[in-house]
C-alpha cells in the first residue's frame, strides 16, 4: 500500500467508525424512547414522581404558611413550675373546673396532688386537690378560647428538690395578648382571698416551703390562757423585734430572734405559737428534723428561704437530738448533724431576717450550746395549768351560756380551788385536760368532772 493511500484508509475507517457509533446511539436513544412512550408503567410511574414532588412542596409551604400565620396572629405564655403563678393559675384552673360556667371547655386530663402530714400521736392528715394533668386543655376567659398545654420533663429534674421541670403554656389569639394579664391577676386574687385573715401552715418537701391543706382561722390571742404575764411577755418582744430592723442594720446585728418555749406536754406551747402568728399576720412553717433525706445543706437552704412574714416552729427538739446525735423513734439516724443545726440557724451561711420558735418538755436534755444567747434570745415557761388560769378558761368557756354571773362566779371559784389543792398535793392538769373537760360537759358538770380528774391524778 502506498504512504497516500494510508491516511485515505485510516479516514475512511474512521468514517465508517463514526457512522456506525452514531447509528448505533441514535438507535439506543430510539430503543429507550420507544420503551417509555410505549410503556404505561414508565408513565404512570412518572406521573405519580411528579405528584409526589408537588404534594411535598404544597405540605412545605402549607408548614411555612402555618409557622408564618402563627407567629402573627397567635401569641403564648409560658410559666414553669420555678415561678409563684404557677401554682396560683393551677390552682385557678382547678377551681374553674371544679365549678364550669357556660362556654368552659371541661378538662378530661386531672393530676392529683397529695399533702401529708403525720401527727406525733401516730394519726395522719391526708388532702387531694385535683388539677389539670399534663397535656393540652381548652377554656374560655372572657370570650376569648385559649389553649393550655402543661408539659412535664421527666428526664431532667430540679437540683435541690429532685422535682421534675414543668411548664404551663397558654395561647390564643394576638389581639388577646392583654388578657393574659388579667387571667394572671384573677388567679393571684383568688389564691390571696383564700388566705386573706387566715393562717398559712407551709411544711417542707424536699427544698421547698409549700402550704399544707387549706388556710386555717386565726385563733384569737387571748383564747390561749397562760400564766399572767408570760403571753404579754414574748408578744412584746415580738412586736419589739419587728419594729427594730434598721436598729439591727445600723449596729450590725444579724436580724433573726430566737424562742424557746418549755414545759409539760398539753400546757398550750404550739396554741400560743399559732395564735401568736395570727395575731401578727405571719404564717407558720413547719419543720421537722427527722425528716428522712434531710442534710445540713438543704436544712441551712430552707431556714434561708423560708416565706416572708412566717414563724419557723421546730417542735420537741429535744426528741430531735440526743447527745448530739439526731435520732427519730424508729431508731432510724438522720443526716442532719448537730453541728449543722447549730450553724443554721447562726453560722456564716445562716439567713436573716426570720424568727423561730423551738419548742421542748424536756429544758434539762438541750445541750447548753443550743440554747446559749444568740439562738434562743428569749425562753419562757409554759405549764401545766395554775389555779388562776383554770379560773379565767372555765369563765372564757362559759361566759355566754346559760350560766348567770353570780353562779358563774361562784363555779369558777370552786374550779380555782379545785385545781390549787391539788396542785399543791403534786396532782398536776394541764390545759389541754381542762380543755377537753370544757368540751364535753356544762359549767356544773365541768366542775364536778375536774373535781374527779385531780382526785384520780
Known amino acids: 500500500m502506498s504512504e497516500e493511500s494510508v491516511p485515505a484508509a485510516l479516514a475512511s475507517q474512521a468514517e465508517l467508525a463514526s457512522s456506525s457509533g452514531a447509528a448505533a446511539s441514535h438507535a439506543n436513544t430510539s430503543f429507550i424512547a420507544s420503551i417509555i412512550g410505549d410503556n404505561p408503567y414508565f408513565q404512570a410511574g412518572f406521573g405519580l414522581m411528579g405528584v409526589g414532588v408537588g404534594v411535598t412542596a404544597l405540605r412545605k409551604g402549607l408548614s411555612v404558611s402555618s409557622v408564618a400565620l402563627r407567629r402573627r396572629l397567635l401569641v403564648s405564655l409560658e410559666i414553669n413550675n420555678k415561678d409563684r403563678a404557677y401554682e396560683w393559675f393551677l390552682a385557678w384552673l382547678a377551681h374553674q373546673t371544679a365549678a364550669p360556667r357556660s362556654g368552659w371547655a371541661r378538662s378530661h386530663q386531672l393530676s392529683v396532688e397529695t399533702a401529708y402530714e403525720q401527727r406525733k400521736n401516730g394519726s395522719a392528715a391526708v ?17 376569648a378560647w385559649m389553649q393550655v398545654k402543661r408539659e412535664r420533663e421527666t428526664r ?40 386573706e385573715g387566715k393562717l398559712v401552715v407551709h411544711t417542707a418537701w424536699g427544698t421547698e416551703w409549700k402550704p399544707f391543706g387549706q388556710p386555717r382561722r386565726k385563733r384569737p390571742l387571748h383564747s390561749v390562757v ?29 436580724y433573726r430572734r430566737g424562742y424557746l418555749l418549755h414545759g409539760p406536754p398539753g400546757s398550750g406551747k404550739s396554741s400560743f405559737i399559732q395564735a401568736l402568728a395570727g395575731s401578727l399576720s405571719y404564717d407558720i412553717c413547719l419543720l421537722n428534723l427527722s425528716e428522712r433525706g434531710l442534710t445540713d445543706d438543704k436544712l441551712n437552704y430552707l ?19 440526743n447527745k448530739r446525735v439526731q435520732t427519730s423513734e424508729d431508731g432510724y439516724q438522720s443526716s442532719v448533724t448537730f453541728s449543722g443545726f447549730l450553724n443554721a440557724l447562726d453560722g456564716v451561711a445562716s439567713g436573716e431576717e426570720r424568727i423561730i420558735f423551738l419548742t421542748t418538755n424536756h429544758l434539762d436534755k ?6 446559749r444567747p444568740g439562738r434562743v434570745d428569749l425562753a419562757a415557761l409554759i405549764d ?7 379560773k ?15 353562779e358563774l362566779q361562784r363555779l369558777g371559784n370552786r374550779l380555782e380551788k379545785i385545781v390549787g389543792d391539788g396542785r399543791a398535793a403534786g396532782r398536776r392538769v394541764s390545759m389541754a385536760a381542762l380543755q377537753g ?13 375536774t373535781e374527779l380528774f385531780v382526785k384520780v391524778q
Open 127 to 143: 388532702l387531694f386537690k385535683l388539677v389539670a394533668g399534663p397535656g393540652t386543655h381548652w377554656l374560655q376567659y372572657k370570650g
Open 156 to 195: 431532667s429534674m430540679q437540683l435541690m428538690s429532685g422535682t421534675p421541670w414543668e411548664t404551663v403554656t397558654l395561647t390564643t389569639l394576638s389581639r388577646d395578648r392583654a388578657l393574659f394579664g388579667t387571667l394572671l391577676a384573677d388567679a393571684r386574687d383568688l389564691a390571696l382571698r383564700g388566705q
Open 226 to 254: 397562760l400564766e399572767a404575764g408570760v403571753g404579754e411577755k414574748i408578744e412584746e418582744d415580738a412586736r419589739a423585734f419587728l419594729a427594730r430592723r434598721q436598729w439591727y442594720a445600723d449596729r450590725g446585728i444579724p
Open 303 to 321: 431556714l434561708s428561704n423560708a416565706p416572708e412574714r412566717s414563724f419557723i416552729l421546730i417542735e420537741d427538739v429535744d426528741a430531735a437530738f
Open 366 to 371: 438541750l445541750d447548753p450550746a443550743l440554747i
Open 384 to 390: 401545766d395549768a395554775s389555779p388562776e388560769q383554770a
Open 392 to 406: 379565767k378558761l372555765f369563765t372564757n368557756f362559759y361566759g355566754g351560756d346559760d350560766v348567770g354571773v353570780d
Open 437 to 449: 373537760l370544757f368540751i364535753r360537759n356544762g359549767a356544773r358538770q365541768a366542775v364536778a368532772a
